[in-house]
């Protein structure tokens, strides 16, 4: 049966480098492209990295029911477009979210079956390095993703499964054995 598994933590945590690393462990797994209204960084592909909105077509999407979630994060809105997680669970594909805080809470709610998996660094001055050194945000922007991340890393005793990425090897593998025990047995037909 096919699962939604809701990938959250603060920005600069690693999210995106752990999903990449456990869809090559498990390719069958589907990753839902988030809807956003911030601007492209260098080389990302619209409908590939994220489908890129204005603020006129993310808040008209809002107001006809469109995102199973949706949130303000550092200035800009982000959210799963709900044909894009239909799309996915109908053809029977597991799906990964990969969101922030105020999003998985909306799935929580909206889809209970939903499993999350909150991401947390080794220490808050190692999200500080992480986000100063992928150097996709200026100052300010790094001020307000970490003034969130204190929000985010409070609320991490909501989620039953928490990995630390310390070691990035040992982080997908903690990863992959949530995935795969929340998963189930295979079925042989």
Same mark, same amino acid.
């Given at each position: ?22 869809? &090559? ?16 960084? $260098? ?8 489908? @890129? ?30 044909? &894009? ?12 979210? &990969? ?18 998996? @909150?991401?947390?660094? $080794? ?35 909501? @989620? ?15 990863? &992959? ?7 189930? $047995?295979?079925?042989?037909?």
């Amino acid at each position: 049966m096919a699962k939604v598994f809701v990938i959250v933590g603060p920005a600069g945590v690693g999210k995106g480098t752990l999903v990449r690393g456990l869809r &090559e462990r498990m390719p069958e797994l589907v990753l839902a492209v988030s809807a956003t209204t911030r601007q492209p960084r $260098p080389g990302e592909v619209d409908g590939v990295d994220y489908h @890129f909105l204005s603020p006129t077509e993310f808040t008209d999407r809002v107001a006809a029911g469109a995102f199973v979630e949706h949130a303000r994060y550092a200035g800009n809105c982000y959210g799963t477009l709900r044909a &894009e997680l239909d799309r996915h669970l109908a053809a029977g594909a597991s799906v990964l979210l &990969e969101i922030e805080l105020q999003g998985a809470r909306q799935v929580r709610a909206v889809l209970p079956d939903s499993v999350a998996v @909150f991401i947390a660094p $080794p220490s808050k001055e190692a999200l500080a390095a992480r986000l100063r050194g992928r150097g996709t945000d200026g100052p300010a922007q790094i001020d307000a993703r970490l003034r969130a991340a204190d929000d985010e890393l409070a609320a991490r005793g909501e @989620f039953a499964h928490v990995v630390i990425n310390d070691r990035l090897d040992h982080a997908i593998g903690a990863l &992959e054995a949530i995935v795969r025990a929340e998963s189930g $047995p295979p079925r042989t037909l």
